[in-house]
């Protein structure tokens, strides 16, 4: 561990450092510079390919106007440059933290005191340290992201920027205003997912079972879905829970549900899978080109922290599904890896 602070240097440059062997940048703040020129000038030699960012973005905030300009900023950047990018929402942050990574793998992150404006990493007061244990950053990042909204679609963006622009435009002095501004409504919170919400299940579910594979060429409702169950009455399963699906064959992950309905049976004498529930698809654009990305069973799985249960009975991976299970119940801490894997694929489809 080192201690940072901007007497002797600045944050720029402990940023710079951590990023020499990077090529990952995750940056969690919830106040930006409103212009990202410098800073991209700043590191656009060092081939870095994608910048995460999780910030706040709150209804009737005077600070809407910066922020606004802080995303375009970001984003005209991004594009400019190659760079991928994903910005999450979490209306709660205070910390502060920079984060780099080579392909996927945490190498060194700074916690601080210092914003992401040019104040807090060139000039203010502050202090931070720097660490380099990648377990620990990886555990940081699978909080962080347990706790954001999915990542802005650029239809979500653009609809933020357009509203936030208009409002301001159409007030004589914004510094003197009280701001009535809601954008909270122009951005898409799948099934109102909360680490806190103790109510709310997540189950994982196979589609499709060995003899009749889920074909490559079918996909699930963009909208409404029927998902089965075996014999057995899937008392576990209740209003408001989540079901991430899978299909049979190929074992690659098909999306995410909010289930609608309680379980209801066909009463069809034979019927292999009598039991059924009506849920809604929570992301459709993963769903519509699931067999296009490499997200299986096992790849989740190892994705994840090892030393860590997965599933609600203590479980550490997903063998009774081999074994005929037509559901299995995880973790909230799984359950919301999975799912936001499932919407960084999404929005890296809509941005490519």
Known sequence: ?????????????????????????????????????????????????????????????????????????????????????????????????????????????????????????????EWGVEIDDSNQLKKLLNDISSLNSHALSKEELKSIIRKVDSYFNSIDNPQKTQIDLKISDLIRHPANLSMNNSDKRYFIKPVGWLERP?????????????????????????VGDIIICYAVGTAKLLGYFEVLEEPINSMIEGDRWPWSVKAKNLCSDYSKVWNSFGNTISSIQASYRYDTPITYAGGKTLGALNFGADKIQLTKEFAYHVISIIEKNSLDKIIK
């Open 1 to 125: 561990m080192k201690i940072l602070s901007n007497i002797n240097s600045n944050h720029y440059t402990y940023i710079k450092n951590i990023l020499s062997n990077a090529n990952e940048l995750h940056i969690i703040s919830p106040f930006l510079m409103e212009s990202f020129d410098n800073f991209f000038h700043e590191i656009i030699e060092m081939e870095v390919k994608s910048i995460t960012l999780t910030t706040t973005l709150k209804d009737n905030d005077p600070d809407l106007l910066k922020k606004a300009n802080s995303l375009h900023s970001l984003c005209f950047n991004c594009l400019k440059h190659n760079i991928d990018y994903r910005i999450h929402i979490d209306n709660k942050l205070h910390g502060k933290i920079y984060i780099s990574a080579m392909d996927g793998e945490p190498l060194q992150g700074i916690i601080t005191s210092a914003n992401f404006t040019e104040a807090g990493l060139g000039y203010n007061h």
């Open 214 to 238: 889920f074909s490559i060429e079918r996909t699930l409702s963009s909208d409404l879905e029927i998902l089965h169950f075996s014999k057995r009455r899937p008392a576990a399963v209740r």
